[in-house]
């Protein structure tokens, strides 16, 4: 098939449609799975649940996590996310939605023509608000993306995000501070601030036995959240809890306070994963309880 015959078939009008734009509230880029829950596939199902309208522009198709015998799918080519991103802006995307989400990109490549692209977007997007998840790896896995990665997030994209979202591991890896123990982390936070996000937001921090820290740092406040610790490994809560900080923050709540409802959210899914006993993240669990159960993990005011 030719490439004229292709587009030809591709495009096409419409006789009857209404002219007006249809509305988006996040436009998350971020890897997509068949089977399981991780990047868009953990983040889109909490946020639709919350009732907000999500466009989703994945950086790999993969038929599951790498935690399997088997891996199919591929990441998607650099020229592939960049098309998809351009596509995005021609239908104004960006100018309508209210907040941008990035995570996995797969390749140096794919972080390379986000940044490209989200260095001309701002410019013509200047409400978006962007929150960068800088996925390199966790304690146990070490990390999983080329190295130089790390300087597309250090460099390119830190200085344009609003909030920035790494685990413990990987405030690390951006800072080359220690991190894990909670005042490590706190110094280290405080160091991607000066880079230009307003807030960090820092989970999977070493706490008291038995139990795990997130911290959301800013310029003038910090917050603390204590989280017990499950027996159950499933990939997905970090992007769940970003998910849901972040919608419920759009919905109109205080961000302390939709990370503590957003914190109860995962750690119910966590809870319904174990009792149902399946190897994925029940995370259509995640909004219903970050919704009934919001004051389940207070916040405690460092500063």
């Known amino acids: 098939m030719t490439q004229n015959t292709r587009e030809s078939h591709l495009v096409h009008g419409r006789r009857q449609r209404p002219e007006g734009p249809a509305p988006v509230d996040v436009l998350t880029v971020?890897?997509?799975?068949?089977?399981?829950?991780?990047?868009?596939?953990?983040?889109?199902?909490?946020?639709?649940?919350?009732?907000?309208?999500?466009?989703?522009?994945?950086?790999?198709?993969?038929?599951?996590?790498?935690?399997?015998?088997?891996?199919?799918?591929?990441?998607?080519?650099?020229?592939?996310?960049?098309?998809?991103?351009l596509g995005a802006s021609e239908r104004g995307l960006p100018q309508r939605a209210r907040a941008l989400v990035s995570g996995y990109f797969g390749s140096l490549a794919n972080g390379e023509a986000f940044a490209d692209w989200l260095e001309r977007t701002q410019a013509q997007a200047p409400a978006l608000r962007y929150v960068l998840d800088p996925v390199i790896g966790d304690t146990h896995t070490g990390p999983y993306v080329e190295p130089a990665l790390e300087t597309v997030f250090v460099e390119r994209l830190l200085p344009r995000a609003w909030m920035v979202t790494p685990n413990a591991f990987e405030l690390g890896r951006l800072t080359g501070l220690p991190s894990l123990a909670q005042d490590d982390a706190l110094a280290a936070a405080r160091q991607l601030l000066a880079r230009g996000p307003q807030w960090a937001l820092v989970h999977s921090v070493e706490?008291?036995?038995?139990?795990?820290?997130?911290?959301?740092?800013?310029?003038?406040?910090?917050?603390?959240?204590?989280?017990?610790?499950?027996?159950?490994?499933?990939?997905?809560?970090?992007?769940?809890?970003?998910?849901?900080?972040?919608?419920?923050?759009?919905?109109?709540?205080?961000?302390?306070?939709?990370?503590?409802?957003?914190?109860?959210?995962?750690?119910?899914?966590?809870?319904?994963?174990?009792?149902?006993?399946?190897?994925?993240?029940?995370v259509h669990a995640a909004a219903p309880a970050a919704l009934a159960t919001p004051a389940r993990f207070p916040a405690q005011r460092l500063a």
């Open 30 to 85: 971020q890897s997509q799975l068949v089977y399981g829950h991780a990047g868009n596939s953990a983040a889109a199902p909490p946020l639709r649940a919350l009732g907000l309208r999500v466009a989703e522009v994945p950086t790999t198709l993969l038929s599951n996590t790498p935690f399997y015998p088997t891996l199919r799918g591929h990441i998607l080519p650099a020229q592939w996310l960049a098309d998809l991103l």
């Open 207 to 282: 706490g008291a036995p038995g139990e795990l820290v997130t911290l959301l740092v800013g310029r003038e406040a910090v917050y603390r959240w204590a989280t017990p610790w499950l027996p159950v490994d499933v990939a997905g809560t970090g992007d769940v809890l970003v998910a849901l900080t972040l919608g419920l923050h759009l919905r109109g709540e205080p961000l302390e306070s939709a990370i503590g409802s957003a914190l109860a959210g995962v750690h119910a899914a966590l809870e319904a994963t174990l009792a149902a006993g399946v190897e994925e993240l029940d």
